[in-house]
């Protein structure tokens, strides 16, 4: 069973608007991470934000914040004011446990297209 | 921030060779590193985790054999990829783990793309 879901394979958006990416899971532990990664084209994985789930706050890193809804287990990315920089794929991916290190299962993805 | 380097960033060998990457972390010790593997345009598929000292565990469906790992110290850990066929094509992206903030423990290598006719 799948234990991350993207479920937008493709998304594209206006310069300076608003978008939301996102991401359901699945996991039957109390405590787990949530991260989100951008990797533009050359490969690299870039770190965005993160949520653990005994945050009771959602999680913003300066245009990114984090719709965590724990109930319905998703966890969607807004990213605000689009750049054309922020053209990418974006993943979504969760650490199960406490003591799990760095192990990270990653959802499909989502190629998103910011448009001039 | 830490910094976790790869090399090679691409490769290109015939079909049979072996090939080895390398992942180092620069300015910290990593006790655990992870390798992951990503065909075009989809996920991260992780292969193994690497704990300095110890063997490496896998993944369910990835060959001990085929894909060895080592992590003979505390700042770098290796893939070889051995006699390879074109099907391990693929862009291979090693992460390792720093003690610290949850956020700011694993942090990814910029990724080796191997080719193999």
């Known amino acids: 069973a799948q234990k991350i879901t993207q479920t937008q394979p493709g998304m594209f958006v206006q310069e300076k608007e608003a978008v939301t990416l996102d991401c359901t899971y699945d996991?039957?532990?109390?405590?787990?991470?949530l991260f989100w990664y951008k990797q533009p084209s050359s490969g690299e994985m870039i770190f965005l934000i993160y949520q653990g789930s005994y945050d009771e706050q959602n999680a913003t890193e300066g245009r990114y914040s984090l719709n965590f809804q724990k109930a319905r287990k998703s966890a969607n990315l807004v990213i605000s004011a689009s750049q054309l920089g922020d053209s990418a794929m974006y993943f979504c991916?969760?650490?199960?446990?406490?003591?799990?290190?760095?192990?990270?299962?990653f959802g499909q993805g989502t190629e998103l297209s910011v448009k001039p | 921030g830490a910094v976790v380097s790869q090399h090679p960033s691409r490769v290109i060998c015939k079909s049979g060779t072996s090939v080895k990457i390398e992942c180092r972390s620069l300015?910290?010790?990593?006790?655990?590193m992870f390798w992951y593997r990503q065909f075009p345009k989809q996920s991260l598929m992780l292969m193994a985790t690497s704990n300095e000292g110890s063997k490496a565990t896998y993944e369910q469906g990835v060959e001990k054999d085929k894909f060895l790992i080592n992590h003979a110290s505390l700042t770098l850990s290796t893939l070889t990829v051995t006699s390879a066929h074109p099907e391990d094509s693929s862009f291979y992206i090693c992460?390792?783990?720093?003690?610290?903030?949850?956020?700011?423990?694993?942090?990814f290598g910029e990724g080796s793309r191997l080719t193999v006719l």
């Open positions: 996991t039957s532990d109390q405590s787990y991470g």
């Open positions: 992460s390792a783990r720093k003690q610290g903030k949850a956020a700011g423990e694993l942090f």
């Open positions: 300015d910290f010790q990593a006790t655990t």
């Open positions: 991916a969760m650490r199960e446990g406490y003591n799990q290190g760095g192990k990270l299962i």
